[in-house]
C-alpha cells in the first residue's frame, strides 16, 4: 500500500491520517480489508507498536472494524459520496497572477524545510526552539486570552502590541517611529506581499541584492516586477551599481545580508537613501535577523537614516519566537500608511488577536528581552563550535563568509562546479543529511558550489555528528588539481552503474 | 487635551496608551506637566480613580515623574529622537491597486463595528460570545500548544484541522470534499482576496446578488473587478438575470442570502450552475452562517450539486466562534487548487498553527457540535424575542424580511426614503444607540429605508431595552399620509436650528 506520512506529530497519528486519506480519496473503499498489523509495518517499516495504535486510534473514531487478529475492515464515512468529486482536470491559467504563479511557483522553498527521513539538516531559518519556550508561550496565551476582545481585531494591529513593537525597535534596532507607524501583518511573507500590491504594477522595476532571500523573489516574480540583481560584497550590495533612471523598489537586508552576512557600510547606506530620494523610489529594508548579532553592537537599521520617508521597514518574529507563530510588522513611512492599511483590509482584515495580546504581554513583561539574550548566547555558541568543526574537518576545501549573526554560515567549496555540489547534495541526502544549495538564492547562479549551513536547529551533540558526516561526503568528491576538468570519480562510477 | 481613546480593554490603559501616543508624536514632549488627575477627569468625562491609575501605570513604566498632588512630568523615551520623523506627505497612489483602494476603500466597514459610546447597538455579523467560550478556548489553546509544530506551517492548514473541517462541513452542510480540497485561510476576507487574485484581471467582470456583502464588493473592486449587481427576490439571486456572455465569477449565499435572508431555490441552483458550466465560469458559494437554521433542518450547500468543479464553497468561524481568530477555509474545486496553494503561499505561508490545532481539537471532541448547538438556540430566542417586540412596538411602520437562519433581520420603514432614514440613524445615534442601513449593501441604494438589525451580540434584557429605544427614535418621524411628500417635522426644526 502506497502511502506518504505528512511528518507533522506522533507517528501512529501520521499513519492514521494516511489511512484516512486513502479512504477519503477513494483509494480504500467501505468494507477493504486492511493488511495486519505485522505486514504493514514491515511495508512501512515502522514499529508494530506504532501500527497497532494508528488502528487503535481509526477503531476509535469509527473508520474501521474488528479487532486485531481477526482483521480490520474499512468503515469509511466519505465511502458513499453524494457525487463523485470531480476529476482534477487541466484548467488554463484563469489570471495574470495564476499565470505567473505557474511559471515561477516553488511552494517547496520554506526556509527551514527539512525533507522527510533525514538525521540531520543544516536547516537554515530555523529558530532555536526549546520546550521552555514553548511551555512559556502557553502561558503568555492562557494568561492574555480572557482579555482579548473576541470581535474583528484592530486593522493594523493590537494597540498594546504596536507600542511594545515601536518601542523594541526604538531601543534595540534605532529605528525612529511611533505607534501609529507599525503596522502588524502576518510575518514577513505577508509584508512583502502588501508591499508589492501597494507599490508595483506588473513590469515595474525592482532591484534585489544578488544573492538573496528566494521567497521574496519568488513573491515579487508572481507579483508580476520585473527583477535587477544587484551584486554583493563585503560591504553588501553595491549601491553604484542600481540602474538608471532608478528603480520603482530596492529590497535590502542592510544589516546583515541574506544569505552572505556582510552589512551595508555607512556610505552605501547613505547612497541608497540618496538614489531613492532623487528617483522617488522605495526601500524595502529587511531585518530578518538583525537581533543576532553575537560578537559586538548591533548594527542599527537603515531605517534610522531615512529622512524622507522612504524606507519601509520590515521584521518578524519568526526567527526570534517560532515560525508557526505567523507574526510581523512593517513599519510604515507615512506616505505609504494608509494605502498599507487598506491593503491588510482587503487581504485579511487584520491579524488574530489572540497571538497578539500575548506576545505584547511577552514584550512588555521583559520575557522577550530574556529570551533574546539566551538565544544569542546559544546562536553565538552553535555559531563557534560550527565554525571549528567545519576548519578541523573540512579544512581548506570550504571558504566560510565571515558573518557575526544570524543562524547560518555561508560555505563555498573550493573548485567545486555547480554541477558537482548537485552531486554532493544528493550523495549527502542518501546518507539522511541534508545540505541547503546557496543557487536558488541566485537570479544567475554561480558555477561554483556554495553551501548555507544553518546552526540554529541543531544542538552541540548534534553538530558535532552532522558536520564529520558532512566531511565524509564531501571526501567523496576529492579535490582536484588547479586546471584539472576531468569529472571526478563519483560521476564515472554512478554513470557505469 | 485632544485625547482619542482606541476603547480597547480597561479605561485606564486605553487613557495611558493615549498619553503614550501623543509624547511618542511629539505633542507632549518632555518635561511637559501634565494636568491634574482632577482636570483631566473632567476634560474627558472620566472618573478621577481612572485617570489616576493611568498615571500610576505611566510611572510604573517610566513615562512620568513626579506624584500625585505635586504634578507629573513627561519623561517620554521618544522625546529626543535622532531625527524627526518625515512629515506626512502626499504620495501619489503608487500601483494600479492603490488608486483602485483610495478610491473604493472604506475602512471602517468592517461587520459587527461598533461606534463608540453607544449604549445599544443592533450589530450584525457579531457571534453570540460569553466567558464559557472565552475560557474554554483557553483551555484548547492550552491543550494544543505544546504539541504545536513551532516550524513553519503547512501552507495548506494543519491536517488534522483540514480532516476536521472536512468531516464537518460533509455532515452538516452536505459539502463533497476531502481533506486535500480544504485549504485553511485567515477568515473569508482572505478567501476572497486569494480567490480574487486567482481568478480576476483588471476589468473582469463578476456578477454578484444585490444586496449583497459590502466588503465583499470592496474587496473585488479593488481587486480591479467590474461588477454587475443581480436582483434578490425571496427565492435569491434571480439568477436569469445573469448576463450573457457569462461573467468570470458569480457570488452568492445561497443557503442565506445576505441581508435578506431567503434561500436560493433548487432551480436557480441548477441554473446558476448550468450557466457556470456553459460559461467556463467559477462560482464562489459564501456560506457565512448557513449552520444557524434556527427553526427547520439546515439548507444543504450548493456546492453539493457541483459535479463539473465549478464551485468555490468559502466557509469561516468567525460567526460560529468568534471574529478575532481569524480562520475560515476553502473548499477548493479541483481545477483551481494548485493556483489557490500559491497564492496561499504568496500571500503568508499559511495560517498560525496555534490556533488551527486548537481549533482541531475543539472540533475532534465534540465541543464545537455542542456549542454550535447553544449557539443555534440562542439566536433563535433572539431573533424571535427581537420579532416580537419589533412588531410590539414599531407596528405596522416596519416590513420584517422572512429569514430561519442567521444573527440579524432585514427591516424596512413604509414610506421613509432614504435620506429620512440617514436622519433616523443620526437621531438614534445621539440617543447612544446604533442603527445600520442597507444601503452600504448595495451598488445602486433603493430610495428607501431599510435597516440590518443583529440580535446577536444583545442580550434578551438588552434588546427589551434597545427596542423600544428604537421606536423611539422612529416616532420621531411620523409616518405621512399617502402622497404626502413634504418634508417631515424634524428636518424643519434642524433646518431653523
Not at 148 to 172: D, F, K
Request: hydrophobic residues 40%.
Amino acid at each position: 500500500m502506497d502511502l506518504v506520512l505528512d511528518e507533522d506529530g506522533p507517528l501512529y497519528l501520521q499513519l492514521a491520517r494516511a489511512l484516512k486519506e486513502a479512504m477519503a480519496t477513494g483509494r480504500l473503499t467501505n468494507g477493504t480489508r486492511l493488511p495486519s498489523s505485522r505486514e504493514m509495518a514491515y511495508d512501512l517499516n515502522l514499529s508494530r507498536t506504532t501500527v497497532v495504535a494508528a488502528y487503535e486510534h481509526l477503531r476509535a473514531e469509527g473508520f474501521i472494524t474488528g479487532r486485531v487478529g481477526s482483521g480490520s475492515y474499512v468503515t469509511s464515512p466519505w465511502s458513499a459520496p453524494v457525487r463523485p468529486p470531480p476529476a482534477r482536470r487541466a484548467v488554463v491559467a484563469q489570471s495574470a497572477f495564476s499565470r505567473r504563479a505557474r511559471e515561477f511557483s516553488t511552494l517547496g522553498n520554506i526556509p527551514g524545510h527539512r525533507p522527510p527521513g533525514m538525521r540531520y539538516a543544516f536547516q537554515y531559518g530555523m529558530p532555536v526552539v526549546n520546550t521552555a519556550l514553548t511551555a512559556q508561550w502557553t502561558r503568555e496565551l492562557a494568561r492574555a486570552a480572557p482579555y482579548v476582545q473576541p470581535n474583528y481585531p484592530r486593522i493594523q494591529g493590537l494597540p498594546a502590541l504596536r507600542e511594545a513593537v515601536s518601542r523594541h525597535v526604538g531601543r534595540t534596532r534605532g529605528v525612529v517611529c511611533t505607534p501609529d507607524d507599525v503596522l502588524i501583518v502576518g510575518g514577513t511573507q505577508q509584508a512583502f506581499s502588501l508591499i508589492a500590491r501597494v507599490l508595483l504594477d506588473e513590469g515595474d522595476q525592482v532591484a534585489l541584492e544578488e544573492p538573496h532571500y528566494f521567497s521574496a523573489r519568488t513573491l515579487l516574480q508572481i507579483h508580476g516586477a520585473r527583477l535587477i540583481g544587484i551584486p554583493v560584497d563585503a560591504e553588501g550590495m553595491q549601491v553604484d551599481r542600481l540602474p538608471d533612471p532608478a528603480v520603482k523598489l530596492t529590497c535590502v537586508t542592510p544589516s546583515h545580508q541574506f544569505p552572505t552576512g556582510s552589512v551595508l557600510s555607512h556610505e552605501r547606506r547613505l547612497a541608497l537613501l540618496e538614489y531613492a530620494r532623487l528617483g522617488s523610489g522605495w526601500i524595502l529594508e529587511d531585518d530578518y535577523d538583525g537581533e543576532f548579532r553575537h560578537d559586538q553592537q548591533p548594527v542599527k537599521a537603515l531605517q534610522q537614516l531615512d529622512r524622507d520617508g522612504r524606507v519601509l521597514y520590515v521584521g518578524s518574529f519568526s526567527k526570534t519566537l517560532f515560525p508557526a507563530l505567523r507574526l510581523g510588522y512593517i513599519i510604515m513611512p507615512p506616505g505609504l500608511k494608509d494605502d498599507l492599511l487598506v491593503a491588510k483590509w482587503s487581504d485579511d482584515f487584520g491579524t488574530p488577536s489572540m497571538d497578539q495580546a500575548a506576545l505584547a504581554g511577552f514584550i512588555t513583561s521583559g520575557g522577550y528581552d530574556r529570551h533574546l539574550r539566551q538565544v544569542t548566547r546559544k546562536l553565538a555558541e552553535r555559531r563557534n563550535l560550527m565554525r571549528s568543526l567545519l576548519e578541523q574537518h573540512c579544512g581548506d576545501r570550504l571558504e566560510i563568509m565571515e558573518s557575526h549573526s544570524g543562524m547560518h554560515l555561508v560555505a563555498w567549496v573550493h573548485d567545486m562546479p555547480a554541477a558537482e555540489g548537485e552531486a554532493l547534495i544528493h550523495a549527502a541526502r542518501e546518507r539522511k543529511l541534508a545540505l541547503y544549495s546557496i543557487a536558488p538564492c541566485y537570479l544567475q547562479p554561480p558555477d561554483r558550489t556554495g553551501l548555507i549551513m544553518g546552526f540554529s536547529a541543531m544542538s552541540p551533540s548534534e553538530l558535532r555528528d552532522a558536520v564529520p558526516l558532512f566531511a565524509k561526503c564531501l571526501a567523496l568528491f576529492p579535490r582536484r588539481a588547479a586546471g584539472d576538468r576531468s569529472r571526478p570519480a563519483l560521476y564515472l562510477a554512478s554513470s557505469s552503474g
